[in-house]
């Protein structure tokens, strides 16, 4: 099992439509949690951190469930440009500051 | 430099070939990560340096991978004896270090092994 699930998609929504993300982590001493965005053929940028208290930036907010090792991201009134790969990414637990990514979930938004 | 630099951003190897790949991470960034990324999967982690030393290379995937970071800034990914599943986009991260801090990645380096 992957230390950190995702689900591949691709997601194919209509321009306007609100998309949301899962993702699961295995290691329940992970200490943060972000969301990076990579565009075809680009190097991963970062989207947002992920607090427990669930945090929100623009149309993007993410939430994160400790209890059952889960993090989101919703996408409201998807813009075409939102199209990218979304990861998920987890950082430290038992001592280590490795970041470990998701394999990513392709958005394509449609007009 | 303004950002993490790679080079170079394309490499195609002869199998069995030796290549070195580069880094410049952001000055003043302590933590230095390397990632191979395969077509249409996400970045797995190869090696992770917090200044000069290599406190994780739990990802290199053979005896083959070795990387290096001698003054705690360039770092130098190199692989011996190149094979066809090494291909892929090898990306270095920096961070300042610590929970909570953005990493930083550089354009990648496309190796392609024939």
């Known amino acids: 099992r992957k230390e950190v699930e995702q689900d591949p998609g691709p997601f194919n929504v209509p321009e306007g439509a609100t998309v949301a993300f899962n993702c699961t982590y295995s290691?329940?001493?992970?200490?943060?949690f972000f969301w990076y965005r990579q565009d075809c053929r680009k190097e991963p940028k970062l989207l947002m951190s992920v607090y427990s208290s669930g945090n929100e930036d623009g149309r993007f907010t993410a939430q994160l469930n400790r209890a059952s090792q889960y993090i989101s991201l919703l996408i409201r009134d998807s813009k075409l440009s939102d199209s990218a790969t979304y990861l998920c990414?987890?950082?430290?637990?038992?001592?280590?500051?490795?970041?470990?990514f998701g394999t990513g979930t392709r958005l394509k938004v449609l007009a | 430099g303004a950002g993490v630099s790679q080079s170079p951003r394309y490499k195609v190897a002869k199998r069995g070939q030796d290549v070195a790949l580069r880094c410049d991470p952001i000055s003043g960034h302590v933590s230095l990560f390397w990632y191979q990324q395969a077509l249409g999967q996400g970045p797995e982690f190869l090696t992770y340096f917090q200044n000069e030393a290599q406190l994780d290379k739990s990802g290199l995937p053979s005896d083959r991978f070795f990387a290096e970071r001698p003054e705690g800034s360039v770092s130098t990914l190199k692989i011996q004896r190149t094979q066809q599943e090494d291909s892929a986009v090898y990306l270095c991260?920096?961070?300042?270090?610590?929970?909570?801090?953005?990493?930083?990645f550089g354009q990648g380096t496309r190796l392609t092994v024939v």
């Open positions: 991260a920096s961070t300042l270090g610590g929970l909570n801090t953005e990493a930083f």
């Open positions: 290691n329940s001493a992970s200490q943060s």
């Open positions: 990414v987890v950082l430290g637990g038992s001592g280590t500051y490795k970041y470990i």
